[in-house]
């Protein structure tokens, strides 16, 4: 089973700027999560997603949002970009119906903002 | 919300001792208890967990421990190898929200 893939893997964008990061889940699991990790603040849930819909959200600016398709990939998106939101952008997927909620990453998007 | 403190933030030890995490959570709705290994550069990947209805869980040299009433969980690796060196990450989980302690970097002299 192919685990959960991330696109792009590395990216460089400028302030002002905005972006989409890119993730598929593990096939058959539908919830889908994205992290902020930084050396400063460490891991830091941004939002989830089940079944296209947003169902938990973190303390992230509006800036900072996401929507998951019918196929379960999900995409998140950072407007107006800061210096301070290079950081690795991680997703996670998970499947309740297998008796918990582990969530298993991605490799991580490393988004650099000069 | 959920806080979730990690301790030490870094710790060494020799090849063959024994290695401490601890972790306090102040929501006592968290019912789950995962705790992830990060290599550097690499994705973050479960090594044990567990849940609010269990007080302790071990996998091979691997035990995690957990006091509801205290709200304090904690991770200890035996007979700790050069591979072991890592960064360690709890979380506590409520409602399928995750939130992480800020990490421990574990390393193991050979």
């Known amino acids: 089973k192919a685990g959960v893939t991330q696109t792009p893997r590395y990216l460089i964008k400028t302030r002002g700027q905005q972006v989409t990061l890119s993730c598929s889940p593990i096939?058959?699991?539908?919830?889908v999560s994205w992290y902020q990790q930084t050396p400063g603040q460490g891991l830091q849930f941004l939002f989830e997603y089940f079944s296209e819909t947003q169902r938990n959200k973190g303390n992230f600016p509006g800036r900072f949002s996401g929507r998951q398709f019918s196929n379960s990939r999900s995409e998140m998106n950072v407007s107006t970009l800061e210096l301070g939101d290079s950081a690795l952008y991680l997703c996670?997927?998970?499947?309740?119906?297998?008796?918990?909620?582990?969530?298993?990453f991605g490799e991580g998007s490393w988004l650099t903002v000069v | 919300g959920e806080n979730v403190e990690q301790h030490p933030s870094t710790l060494s030890v020799q090849e063959g001792d024994s290695a401490v995490i601890k972790c306090t959570y102040s929501?006592?709705?968290?019912?789950?208890f995962p705790w992830y290994k990060q290599e550097l550069g690499k994705r973050p990947q479960l090594i044990i967990d567990i849940r609010s209805n269990v007080g302790e869980k071990k996998d091979q040299r691997i035990a995690v421990t957990l006091n509801k009433t205290a709200k304090h969980f904690s991770l200890h690796i035996t007979e700790t190898q050069p591979e072991d060196s890592a960064v360690y990450f709890c979380?506590?989980?409520?409602?399928?929200?995750?939130?992480f302690g800020s990490g421990t970097k574990l390393n193991v002299k050979p």
């Open positions: 979380a506590a989980v409520r409602f399928n929200k995750f939130y």
């Open positions: 996670a997927s998970s499947s309740p119906g297998t008796g918990g909620n582990t969530i298993y």
């Open positions: 929501d006592s709705a968290s019912n789950y």
């Open positions: 096939s058959g699991h539908r919830s």
